[in-house]
């Protein structure tokens, strides 16, 4: 083992080892190269990051890089600690690199307790590759989510929250990760930066109902030219939607370092090759986690972009292909329950909407128009991110992650498919949230309800009023007499009516179909018994 003494910024003063591709098993279609990615974002314009040199040689000066450690050498450390085998395919390269970022140049990073890097929380919207992050216990607080036993109204959703402002206030910067074996183009010492700015553009006469609906690209496109176009959108995409300034593209072979502004502007640096020193790939890192303003929250749209595709559901893809199977009985129970101008409970019409909501019509896909920049993180799952869109606070977002989840996806059509028929029931929000529409545009599942109240597992059953445990077991009542078994039948399904805190609504349709099966129907409602606690 080789131990030497010199300054950090020596230290990082390395060439990346080199990757053995295995030619034979080496998968050559991924996903997500040549093909529309989720949260992808049109710049404005493309520029040369042209001083990024100058700011390397800068933060080379500071003082933190000029002490001397005792290390040992990041080729040693591979050698030893990390199984380099042969890729195989485009997440191996991004394992390699977290590896060598998060062991290999681990006491080099950590030198000050401050950055790490690691794969993308629930909490981080775009779902980078990698993440840069700041290190900072106090800023977390203490105590976890299972550490709360019996929490007061409320309390597991704040805990939650929390964290997620803590995720993200951490957040420096996204990777993204391209294999070079797709993107042999870029590696040039010459011409990779050149070929990018060059090559993109957005393609002449698309609207942004064309971006949203991820149309064809033109046929006298190259396919390098596709390729930049997507990717450039993507990394872009990631920064913008997690407002981040900084990011960074690259394929291991060669690395480039990228800065966006307000105005829509997207820097991009000349290519680092893997093997350069003096400057070397980790100095770019290095440079990009000394900056302190990694925040940007405002963002100029270009022309072209999906948020400026507000439409109606028939125009666009907030309806989704298919429909939910209805059983006979269904008109016949709809008319039982709301032939009259009664509601399920007795009661009037449907109240009016809140201030924020009251404008919008019912022929009008919401969903389509969602910019998560332009939204405030409410929560999050393993399978979605919930948001609510500034201009309209009372709308909930509800997004799926991963568009690798194809499965989420399939839960979200037909959650949507369930919205669109309960939709057709007079009264239906005495059952569940308003449904504002569906979209796709950002390569993930997006739908908008209406925003109610916490659910009932984050409120804590122990807190729960008995009228509204009825309430929520009318609503389960309901929907088995018009023939939909929901499915989940759980406390997190459940949430209080912000308009009228002693009323419940049903959430999640997601499981959920139509159905004659009277045993199923009259089962559901027993769960929710038992579920609320009234089947003592």
Request: aromatic share 10%; glycine share 8%; net charge negative.
């Given at each position: 083992?080789?131990?030497?003494?010199?300054?950090?910024?020596?230290?990082?003063?390395?060439?990346?080892?080199?990757?053995?591709?295995?030619?034979?098993?080496?998968?050559?279609?991924?996903?997500?190269?040549?093909?529309?990615?989720?949260?992808?974002?049109?710049?404005?314009?493309?520029?040369?990051?042209?001083?990024?040199?100058?700011?390397?040689?800068?933060?080379?000066?500071?003082?933190?890089?000029?002490?001397?450690?005792?290390?040992?050498?990041?080729?040693?450390?591979?050698?030893?600690?990390?199984?380099?085998?042969?890729?195989?395919?485009?997440?191996?390269?991004?394992?390699?690199?977290?590896?060598l970022l998060s062991t290999g140049t681990k006491d080099l990073f950590k030198l000050w307790g401050r950055y790490e890097f690691g794969k993308a929380t629930k909490h981080i919207l775009a779902k980078p590759d990698i993440i840069a992050e700041e290190n900072d216990d106090e800023t977390w607080g203490t105590g976890t989510i299972s550490d709360c036993k019996s929490p007061e109204k409320g309390g597991k959703a704040a805990q939650r929250r929390a964290l997620s402002k803590a995720a993200k206030k951490l957040y420096r910067f996204p990777f993204e990760t391209k294999p070079w074996w797709k993107f042999g183009f870029l590696t040039g010492r010459d011409r990779n930066q050149t070929t990018i700015i060059s090559e993109w553009e957005m393609p002449v006469g698309y609207t942004?109902?064309?971006?949203?609906?991820?149309?064809?690209?033109?046929?006298?496109?190259?396919?390098?030219?596709?390729?930049?176009?997507?990717?450039?959108?993507?990394?872009?995409?990631?920064?913008?939607?997690?407002?981040?300034?900084?990011?960074?593209?690259?394929?291991?072979?060669?690395?480039?370092?990228?800065?966006?502004?307000?105005?829509?502007?997207?820097?991009?640096?000349?290519?680092?090759?893997?093997?350069?020193?003096?400057?070397?790939?980790?100095?770019?890192?290095?440079?990009?986690?000394?900056?302190?303003?990694?925040?940007?929250?405002?963002?100029?749209?270009?022309?072209?972009?999906?948020?400026?595709?507000?439409?109606?559901?028939?125009?666009?893809?907030?309806?989704?292909?298919?429909?939910?199977?209805?059983?006979?009985?269904?008109?016949?129970?709809?008319?039982?329950?709301?032939?009259?101008?009664?509601?399920?409970?007795?009661?009037?019409?449907?109240?009016?909407?809140?201030?924020?909501?009251?404008?919008?019509?019912?022929?009008?896909?919401?969903?389509?128009?969602i910019c998560p920049w332009e939204c405030k993180h409410i929560d999050a799952t393993e399978k979605v991110q919930l948001l609510t869109p500034e201009p309209y606070p009372d709308v909930l977002v509800k997004m799926q992650r991963d568009a690798r989840q194809t499965?989420?996806?399939?839960?979200?059509k037909n959650e949507c498919r369930i919205y669109q028929v309960l939709a057709g029931a007079k009264y239906v929000d005495k059952i569940?949230?308003?449904?504002?529409?569906?979209?796709?545009?950002l390569g993930v599942a997006i739908i908008c309800i209406e925003r109610e109240g916490d659910d009932f597992d984050d409120i804590g059953i122990e807190n729960l009023s008995i009228s509204l445990k009825r309430s929520a077991l009318s609503c389960i009542e309901i929907l088995s007499k018009i023939g939909v078994l929901h499915?989940?039948?759980?406390?997190?399904?459940?949430?209080?009516?912000?308009?009228?805190?002693?009323?419940?609504?049903?959430?999640?349709?997601?499981?959920?179909?139509?159905?004659?099966?009277?045993?199923?129907?009259?089962?559901?409602v027993g769960d929710a018994k038992r579920v609320l606690g009234l089947d003592l």
């Open positions: 083992m080789n131990f030497e003494t010199k300054s950090v910024w020596d230290h990082l003063d390395v060439a990346l080892p080199d990757l053995e591709l295995a030619l034979n098993e080496v998968k050559t279609q991924e996903k997500g190269s040549t093909e529309w990615a989720a949260h992808s974002h049109s710049p404005v314009r493309l520029q040369e990051w042209d001083n990024f040199d100058e700011l390397i040689s800068i933060e080379s000066e500071k003082t933190e890089n000029q002490e001397y450690r005792k290390l040992m050498g990041l080729h040693d450390v591979v050698q030893l600690f990390i199984p380099w085998n042969k890729v195989k395919q485009e997440e191996d390269v991004t394992d390699r690199t977290l590896a942004a109902s064309d971006i949203a609906e991820n149309r064809a690209l033109p046929d006298t496109w190259s396919r390098e030219k596709r390729k930049i176009f997507h990717v450039v959108r993507q990394i872009y995409g990631q920064m913008v939607t997690d407002q981040r300034r900084y990011g960074i593209l690259h394929t291991y072979e060669c690395w480039f370092f990228c800065k966006r502004d307000s105005d829509g502007s997207f820097y991009i640096s000349r290519g680092f090759l893997k093997d350069e020193t003096g400057p070397s790939v980790f100095h770019g890192i290095k440079t990009l986690l000394g900056f302190d303003n990694f925040v940007l929250k405002e963002v100029t749209r270009q022309d072209a972009s999906p948020s400026k595709a507000l439409v109606k559901p028939e125009e666009g893809n907030g309806k989704p292909s298919g429909n939910a199977r209805l059983p006979p009985s269904y008109g016949k129970a709809k008319k039982n329950l709301w032939g009259n101008n009664d509601g399920p409970d007795g009661s009037g019409g449907s109240g009016s909407c809140s201030s924020t909501t009251a404008g919008l019509k019912d022929d009008i896909n919401l969903a389509i128009g499965h989420v996806a399939s839960m979200m569940a949230p308003r449904f504002y529409g569906f979209s796709t545009h499915n989940d039948i759980a406390l997190r399904n459940f949430v209080q009516c912000r308009k009228n805190p002693q009323e419940a609504r049903v959430i999640d349709f997601g499981l959920s179909y139509f159905t004659s099966d009277q045993l199923k129907l009259k089962s559901q």
